[in-house]
């Protein structure tokens, strides 16, 4: 946990400051994305931020620093240490916040996700296009706020970096790399030296085995992805070796046509057999956590209660290793570990939707009208545990803390993950984030 330092003085100061349905998924279609960080429709605002101290002064401490050996100084009140770079043998629990600094307010974000939570890393996910719709365009205040406030609340913070800008890509969109990946580079460099020091790991793109998140000419490809992460894994290091890189994680799927999507265990063998693990710190996972809990094998959900009752069928009909948590992660970590055994997975999305207290479902995500909030709160808790006591896991983000009242409604996906409901009011699983211990 994170290391204090108090200064006590003779005469007491006291300081008051006042100041986010549709028809079964079975495997054979891709896993629902729940990783976009923008909202099409304008969000409800964050509620007004709790009367709170003014954040303490931010102290970054590198490995091999000697931190505990200075005396604190008197014009020191409160310090605390951030330790970077992250310890390999830390587990680091975070959430995925909506980074966008324009919806809500950054600072009562990053007051709940350290003083309530009592998290230790957030996730932001960034859209290149968003900050440079043209080569000189720079549209920062998009994300500054948000990555300036994690920082000034002494909170880790990954970045996920998707989202080509047009005139990167002779196809126009923002569906894929850059034609040339040294400018996905370049941009990494420049978010990097924008804010030295505030960004402690970079997810290096997302999803990449399904092709609504990587167009390209030569479609879905293992080998072309590995050599996009070895020159955004290069700039990266250049820039601050003690960011930690994590490799894009896959959405687990059932078998592809490597047109549409390709089946995630098939993918990582490829990206594996590429030379992948030679240029990450960590392998990126992801798991939406469907109706059946984080303990259960893809193989035995049709054995559990759940299975006389559930709506959705697709676990307990249709056995897939796709739709189990467990399967996923355990089969990822073994696969990692035949090549590299000291290698750990960084769980960038894992969560359990619920549409208890909604009206609607969304598309695709018929599978949240199964979990009540009580079962969600403990599947979330549940799974930090299991990762935990793994070994296989060095860093856990749970999607999602603040997209349900930052969404157009319980018709957007990423809504019945979210942990605070559409009015911004905490649903059980905040509550159970919070109370829940988190050992290193």
Avoid at 53 to 63: D, F, I, R, S
Avoid at 215 to 242: C, H, M, W
Wanted: with cysteine; charged share 20%; hydrophobic share 40%.
């Amino acid at each position: 946990m994170k290391q204090m330092r108090w200064l006590f003085f003779a005469t007491a100061v006291l300081f008051l400051i006042v100041a986010c349905g549709g028809g079964e998924t079975e495997p054979e279609t891709a896993a629902p994305d729940t990783s976009a960080d923008t909202v099409p429709n304008p969000p409800t605002p964050e509620p007004a931020a709790t009367p709170t101290l003014a954040p303490p002064p931010v102290v970054v401490v590198e490995e091999g620093s000697g931190a505990d050996d200075p005396a604190p100084t008197p014009a020191e009140v409160v310090e605390e240490v951030k330790i970077r770079p992250w310890p390999t043998d830390k587990f680091g629990y975070g959430v995925q916040v909506h980074g966008n600094a324009t919806v809500g307010d950054p600072i009562s974000t990053m007051d709940t996700v350290e003083g309530q939570l009592g998290l230790d890393w957030v996730k932001m996910q960034i859209q290149w296009w968003l900050i440079h719709p043209s080569p000189n365009a720079g549209q920062w205040f998009f994300y500054d706020g948000v990555i300036d406030e994690a920082a000034n609340h002494n909170l880790n913070l990954m970045v996920s970096v998707v989202g080509s800008p047009e005139w990167t890509r002779a196809a126009g969109n923002h569906i894929g790399p850059p034609d040339d990946y040294n400018e996905y580079a370049n941009f990494l460099t420049e978010l990097i030296n924008r804010h030295p020091g505030k960004i402690d790991a970079i997810e290096v793109w997302n999803e990449q085995n399904l092709d609504r998140e990587w167009q390209t000419t030569n479609g879905i490809s293992p080998e072309d992805y590995v050599r996009f992460l070895e020159v955004a894994y290069n700039a990266i290091k250049a820039a601050d070796p003690n960011i930690i890189v994590i490799s894009g994680a896959l959405s687990p799927t059932g078998t592809g046509d490597w047109v549409r999507w390709a089946d995630d265990f098939e993918y990582l063998d490829r990206a594996l057999a590429a030379g992948m693990l030679n240029f990450t710190d960590c392998v990126g996972a992801h798991h939406n956590g469907y109706n059946i809990a984080p303990d259960v094998a893809f193989d035995q959900a049709g054995s559990t209660a759940e299975a006389a009752t559930a709506v959705f069928r697709g676990p307990f009909d249709n056995p897939h290793h796709s739709w189990s948590f467990k399967t996923t992660l355990d089969t990822y970590a073994q696969k990692i570990q035949a090549i590299d055994p000291n290698m750990k997975l960084c769980v960038t999305e894992f969560g359990w939707a619920s549409s208890e207290g909604y009206d609607v479902v969304p598309e695709g995500f018929a599978f949240a009208q199964d979990n009540t909030l009580e079962e969600q709160a403990a599947y979330v808790v549940q799974a930090f545990q299991q990762m935990h006591a793994s070994g296989n896991v060095w860093l856990a983000f749970l999607f999602n803390y603040d997209f349900g009242n930052k969404g157009s409604g319980p018709q957007d996906d990423p809504v019945p993950y979210s942990i605070v409901d559409i009015n911004g009011a905490p649903r059980p699983a905040f509550s159970a984030v919070a109370d829940m211990e988190k050992p290193d």
